[in-house]
């Protein structure tokens, strides 16, 4: 038994009855599952350790007895022992290394032998503790002549109901489990011994159900009686149908599995392969039970397979690694393995693992890696300064561009975050333009932005310490997303135009003092004067307008032209009369404006457009009230200067 195969241990642990082997010092050498059920202990705990300290409650017992025998005299002994509520007949063979005893289940024929023997002298209260349906009944009629409680709650009679009845009537009698095939089985017992069978009854309400039919003849008194023990086995039978169906789901799973499920022993010797095995590696299942695993691996991996199988006889859990093999046809896979140690008596026997081909995966990180780093290098070709973070807020290219701008080297500023990129620009940890990206609400306070439109945005905007000194930059970022689409970062473009924006400072500058100077022109004039964009908005109106319409300087600014108009117009409607105001459209009306008050007043407007490389960019409004002459220039008098 110590050099039992392990293929031939498995066969032991698929025997259903109780099997145990013991040294001489009563050291548990083996015992299946079915007995350590038995003694409610685990296998693990059991072998390996003294059956009698395992199990107090056997020392000094008839058990144990016979074992001393056994070991004594060599000779075959049996025993009838129980175990709880169970029975069983247990045969003690004799070996050179010790003993083997092998138990079998005599629970139902225990309880028939106690009541053939009245051991109890209560025949009725016997009759009653059992935990079966029992039934005594006429070996030829079949007419019932006894039941118990138990007969009567199973097949919901009460039991002067069912005294008299013929125990065929408690079958469903559906083909093949019909009452005369029920009949003859249960009248075998009255001439041998029937073996337990499986039958369909049927309660008083019509309700089928499993049953479990154990026939025995017995004598009462003078005369020959058979008593049928009956279990209701639906639910084992529904568990049963369960564990089978679950059996093969998962049987499915793992011979339909995508991945390479396997076991191999300590030496690397495959003890189990799924098909997916086959698909990789190229071999037969067969083919792959006669092999090694080093047999498959490529040679400059062989080392590092060594080493995790050594580590996998430790008490480690899983180990993930990845394994480099040649199939068959001398191709190279690349395998991402996942594997742990299976326990036998506290120490390791096999390893078991999953292997998921992951060859294209490598493949496609080559192809991105060798991508990224083309695209490095045009980045660092690219003109303006380049910056981008990913999702957590470090820093993944900073650009040739960007180092000459900060004079900071990308070695020291890739993989930074918490905001650091923000020093080179402003001698202070804070967000910069690439974070507006990401964080839209909490970053959008520091720039003024203008152009948003899908998380892409334009700026200008000082930098106080751009390399010791204030610049003025424009900038761009937009967000960085991968192959799918999915936003996995952001990137900013910066170009610094501190001289463009002099000019453009010096330019608005000069442009003010113009404007300026034609507001003090035209606030000179008598005659009132505006302008207004095309959109209609009011950009200019000099005192005498102003004054006219009852406002004070400045209010006018900003206005939309329809705003003063009344509603009944005389020239044109109020909606054409503003569509014409506001594009430019050349020509003259009279219209009835409201004046600040709510009043009204009619006036004689001549409108000019104005443009500016070839558009129109304004409209020029001259006007003369009512009451009012215009002058040589004015609305009477010839174009508008």
Same mark, same amino acid.
């Given at each position: 038994m110590p050099q039992t195969k392990f293929g031939f241990k498995n066969m032991l642990d698929g025997i259903a009855e109780p099997v145990l082997a013991l040294r001489k010092n009563f050291q548990v050498v083996y015992c299946n599952q079915a007995y350590a059920d038995l003694v409610e202990l685990p296998v693990g705990e059991l072998e390996g350790s003294n059956l009698f300290d395992a199990v107090p409650g056997l020392r000094d017992t008839p058990c144990h007895n016979t074992y001393l025998e056994?070991?004594?005299?060599?000779?075959?002994?049996?025993?009838?022992?129980?175990?709880?509520?169970?029975?069983?007949?247990?045969?003690?063979?004799?070996?050179?290394?010790?003993?083997?005893?092998?138990? %079998? #289940? @005599? &629970? !139902?024929?225990?309880?028939?032998?106690r009541?053939?023997?009245?051991?109890?002298?209560?025949? *009725?209260? /016997?009759?009653?503790?059992?935990?079966?349906?029992?039934?005594?009944?006429?070996?030829?009629?079949?007419?019932?002549?006894?039941?118990?409680?138990?007969?009567?709650?199973?097949?919901?009679?009460?039991?002067?109901?069912?005294?008299?009845?013929?125990?065929?009537?408690?079958?469903?009698?559906?083909?093949?489990?019909?009452?005369?095939?029920?009949?003859?089985?249960?009248?075998?017992?009255?001439?041998?011994?029937?073996?337990?069978?499986?039958?369909?009854?049927?309660?008083?309400?019509?309700?089928?159900?499993?049953?479990?039919?154990?026939?025995?003849?017995?004598?009462?008194?003078?005369?020959?009686?058979?008593?049928?023990?009956? %279990? #209701? @086995? &639906? !639910?084992?039978?529904?568990?049963?149908?369960?564990?089978?169906?679950?059996?093969?789901?998962? *049987?499915? /799973?793992f011979d339909n599995a995508r991945d390479m499920i396997f076991a191999h022993d300590l030496e690397g010797n495959f003890l189990f392969v799924n098909r997916a095995a086959e698909k990789i590696t190229g071999?037969?299942?067969?083919?792959?039970?006669?092999?090694?695993?080093?047999?498959?691996?490529?040679?400059?991996?062989?080392?590092?397979?060594?080493?995790?199988?050594?580590?996998?006889?430790?008490?480690?859990?899983?180990?993930?690694?990845?394994?480099?093999?040649?199939?068959?046809?001398?191709?190279?896979?690349?395998?991402?393995?996942?594997?742990?140690?299976?326990?036998?008596?506290?120490?390791?026997?096999?390893?078991?693992?999953?292997?998921?081909?992951?060859?294209?995966?490598k493949l496609t990180e080559a192809a991105l890696a060798e991508s990224e780093y083309s695209a490095r290098i045009i980045l660092d070709q690219f003109p303006d300064a380049v910056l981008a973070i990913n999702h957590e807020g470090k820093v993944v290219i900073w650009n040739k561009a960007m180092e000459e701008m900060t004079g900071v080297k990308a070695e020291e500023m890739l993989g930074k975050g918490d905001y650091e990129y923000g020093i080179p620009f402003y001698g202070i940890k804070r967000p910069l333009m690439v974070d507006v990206v990401l964080n839209p609400e909490e970053v959008a306070k520091y720039?003024?932005?203008?152009?948003?439109?899908?998380?892409?945005?334009?700026?200008?905007?000082?930098?106080?310490?751009?390399?010791?000194?204030?610049?003025?930059?424009?900038?761009?970022?937009?967000?960085?997303?991968?192959?799918?689409?999915?936003?996995?970062?952001?990137?900013?473009?910066?170009?610094?135009?501190?001289?463009?924006?002099?000019?453009?400072?010096?330019?608005?500058?000069?442009?003010?003092?113009?404007?300026?100077?034609?507001?003090?022109?035209?606030?000179?004039?008598?005659?009132?004067?505006?302008?207004?964009?095309?959109?209609?908005?009011?950009?200019?109106?000099?005192?005498?307008?102003e004054e006219k319409l009852g406002y004070d300087h400045g209010e006018l600014l900003e206005k939309g032209v329809s705003s003063l108009l009344a509603e009944k117009q005389v020239s044109a409607p109020k909606e054409e009369l503003a569509r014409r105001l506001a594009t430019g459209t050349e020509g003259e009306y009279v219209l009835v404006l409201k004046k600040k008050d709510g009043t009204e007043l009619q006036m004689k407007v001549k409108t000019v457009p104005v443009e500016q490389n070839g558009a129109v960019t304004k409209t020029l409004i001259l006007a003369q009230f009512a009451g009012e002459q215009v002058g040589e220039n004015g609305l009477d008098g010839g174009e508008a200067q």
């Open positions: 056994v070991l004594a005299t060599g000779e075959i002994k049996q025993i009838t022992t129980s175990y709880g509520y169970r029975y069983f007949r247990e045969r003690v063979y004799g070996t050179s290394w010790g003993l083997v005893s092998i138990f %079998q #289940d @005599v &629970t !139902e024929d225990e309880r028939i032998h009541l053939q023997t009245r051991e109890s002298g209560d025949f *009725r209260a /016997l009759l009653e503790a059992v935990n079966d349906a029992l039934l005594i009944h006429d070996a030829y009629t079949g007419e019932i002549i006894l039941a118990n409680d138990k007969a009567s709650e199973m097949f919901v009679y009460r039991r002067e109901q069912l005294l008299g009845m013929n125990i065929t009537d408690l079958v469903s009698g559906q083909v093949p489990y019909t009452k005369e095939e029920f009949a003859q089985l249960i009248k075998r017992a009255f001439y041998s011994q029937v073996s337990p069978f499986e039958w369909e009854a049927k309660d008083k309400g019509g309700r089928t159900f499993w049953i479990k039919v154990k026939p025995s003849r017995i004598s009462m008194g003078s005369d020959e009686r058979i008593l049928t023990v009956i %279990q #209701d @086995v &639906t !639910e084992a039978r529904q568990l049963k149908a369960a564990l089978k169906e679950s059996d093969e789901r998962y *049987r499915n /799973l071999y037969w299942r067969d083919e792959l039970l006669k092999m090694n695993i080093e047999q498959l691996v490529v040679h400059d991996y062989s080392q590092l397979l060594r080493s995790m199988i050594y580590r996998k006889k430790t008490r480690q859990k899983e180990n993930t690694y990845e394994l480099e093999i040649s199939t068959k046809y001398q191709e190279r896979v690349v395998l991402e393995i996942s594997a742990w140690p299976v326990y036998k008596m506290g120490k390791p026997v096999a390893i078991q693992g999953i292997a998921r081909d992951i060859t294209q995966r720039y003024k932005i203008f152009q948003y439109e899908n998380y892409n945005l334009i700026s200008e905007f000082d930098v106080p310490k751009l390399k010791g000194k204030a610049q003025y930059l424009w900038g761009t970022a937009a967000p960085l997303r991968n192959n799918s689409g999915s936003m996995i970062g952001a990137v900013e473009s910066l170009r610094e135009i501190t001289a463009q924006r002099k000019i453009q400072e010096q330019k608005e500058a000069a442009l003010r003092g113009e404007v300026e100077q034609l507001t003090f022109i035209l606030n000179s004039i008598g005659l009132p004067v505006g302008m207004c964009n095309t959109q209609g908005v009011i950009a200019l109106a000099n005192r005498a307008f």
